[in-house]
């Protein structure tokens, strides 16, 4: 089964750049899609971004389009959330999520797999 951690993220100021890890356990990763959540407290848990399975195609939440990047490295069993241009409304937990599909969007009820999360926090 697979296992997803999350790292990288911490204390930024407005304006600044993180970059966040997923990095899976099992062997499968390669094949399947991968999502990036968050979610502040006291609202529900969003979308952010997602990769193919492949790693061809992503899509983005339109209030991220333009500074996040979803990346992925399959032999490293890896995926990657670059940050930039930060903003205090970015500030939440962030979660990576996969699913064996070719679907990578944002419903978070498609994705079998969950990290445990990070916390990334955005001063202004």
């Known amino acids: 089964q697979e296992q997803l951690v999350e790292s990288g993220g911490g204390l930024v100021q407005a304006g600044g750049s993180l970059r966040l890890t997923c990095a899976a356990s099992g062997r499968a990763l390669s094949t399947h899609a991968v999502a990036w959540f968050r979610q502040a407290p006291g609202k529900e848990r969003e979308f952010v971004g997602a990769i193919s399975w492949k790693g061809g195609s992503t899509r983005y939440a339109d209030s991220v389009k333009g500074r996040f990047i979803v990346s992925r490295d399959n032999g490293n069993k890896t995926a990657y959330l670059q940050m930039n241009s930060l903003k205090p409304e970015d500030t939440a937990s962030y979660y990576c999520?996969?699913?064996?599909?070719?679907?990578?969007?944002?419903?978070?009820?498609?994705?079998?797999?969950w990290g445990q999360g990070t916390q990334v926090t955005v001063s202004s």
């Open positions: 999520a996969a699913v064996n599909a070719i679907y990578y969007g944002p419903n978070l009820l498609e994705y079998d797999f």
